[in-house]
């Protein structure tokens, strides 16, 4: 591991990052839709890579075929023909709100705007079917996500003290307060 790359070393993994955007973002071969059963492996194996609390099998199922407030989307890459799930997300909406449930991103698709781009097309999902508001509880050392939410107009409400049952860790709060037109033409 190099504590100090050199400026071709930084140039090359910054070039190589790119390529990777480029071959998984580029050309529109990133798409978002609504998760399908035939996902489900792919999506569960992004779930346990991504929180030490994964849900288990029986939850996205339910999510999908039982849950009617439930939205359950993926995104989709498309490299060479070949179609991939890059991140999930599980929305529930109910009345005039949207609740972020889950929203993961699969490690080497990470730090690419995937899971900002599909929680954009969530919240353009919810607010055509109504919502006016979005919430959901993040963990208060995922500061990459919560960072993430902050740029998307999300603010930080309060704290569900000892929430995550693995570590005891507080969960913030954050919610979105108006699900507008004039916001997601901002965000888009």
């Not at 504590?3 to 070393?9: D, I, L, V, Y």
């Not at 991504?50 to 939205?71: C, G, I, K, M």
Request: charged share 25%; glycine share 4%.
């Amino acid at each position: 591991m190099w504590t100090n790359p050199s400026p071709w070393r930084r140039f090359m993994c910054m070039s190589r990052r790119r390529s990777l955007i480029d071959q998984a973002v580029g050309n529109g071969r990133l798409t978002f839709r609504r998760m399908e059963q035939a996902d489900l492996e792919q999506v569960i194996a992004i779930d346990q890579k991504s929180f030490t609390l994964p849900w288990p099998v029986s939850s996205f199922q339910y999510e999908l075929a039982h849950n009617d407030t439930s939205r359950c989307w993926v995104a989709e890459v498309e490299i060479e023909g070949k179609r991939r799930i890059a991140a999930m997300a599980v929305a529930w909406l109910i009345l005039d709100e949207v609740h972020i449930a889950t929203i993961a991103v699969e490690p080497e698709y990470r730090r690419m705007k995937i899971g900002q781009k599909l929680l954009i097309a969530i919240l353009k999902d919810a607010q055509a079917s109504g919502a006016r508001h979005a919430f959901l509880e993040v963990r208060e050392t995922n500061l990459a996500a919560r960072k993430m939410y902050l740029k998307l107009g999300f603010e930080e409400a309060g704290k569900r003290p000892h929430y995550y049952s693995d570590t005891q860790e507080d969960a913030i709060l954050m919610n979105l307060d108006t699900i507008d037109a004039a916001l997601l033409e901002w965000l888009d």
